[in-house]
């Protein structure tokens, strides 16, 4: 699975707005059929997004995610059924509360899906590592942090959250999978938006998803490693590549493999590739 640095959320009620958000520049983009789509109009919604995928070739199809309802729900119970004949290539679980829910959706759907459990529930955040080791089809956490503060009684800013998304770092690192933050909802102050990506970044989440199209563009230039750091990935992994044996340093520092994975992907959000290292 490419790295998800950008995830562009649509409305699924929208269909006319599917192929502006699919060429607006983000890695994945994500039709929603859960909070964005009034209960009335649900049905509707979900066989426009059936239409929509059945219509796209393979490549485009590679880059869409639906969102359905929780599996809780008998409108989640639906979206799944709905997408075993054409799914997108990721599905997002919302509201994702335990390990059995991504099995079930693994289960039923085609091996070629792929899924992302959204994490937005008390009880999801303290079942994220079984969630996170679930099924082979996961590839990777969200972190839903308006649901959960509104459960939690919190602000929804960085700082009141911190302990939460700290949390869902652990396990998508436990379990090798990537971490996607939550949308930044002030679409006009992109400064702001930047800040908080790069704090997410350090943190150890690879992307943050978006609610409207000029965010990409932000996202990713947060995301972007330094000229320096840049430089030191590519002479790493340059020196690992001729490396025969023994100890290796580049630029003075000793070189292990939690530093080569490092690098590898730092060039991965450079969107670079360095031979059969990264």
Known sequence: ?????????VPGNRPERFAKALGAGADLICIDLEDAVAPEQKQAARRSVQDYLASLLPADRSRICVRINALSTAWGEQDLQAFKQYPPAVLMLAKCQSALDVQRAAITLPVQCRLIALIETISGL?????????SKSLVALMFGGADLSAELGCDFSYEPLLFARSQLVLAAAGAGLQLIDVPFIDVDNEKALQAETKKIKALGFTGKAAIHPKQVAAIH?????????????????????????????????MIDRPVILGCQRILAFAGERNGDNC
């Open 126 to 134: 303290q079942q994220a590592s079984t969630i996170a080791k679930a």
């Open 221 to 253: 230039q947060a995301l972007l490693p330094t000229v320096a750091q840049l430089d030191y990935a590519k002479a790493v992994l340059a020196a690992t590549a001729n490396h025969s044996g023994g100890v290796l340093v580049v630029q003075g520092r």
């Open 1 to 9: 699975m490419m790295l998800l640095r950008s995830l562009l959320f």
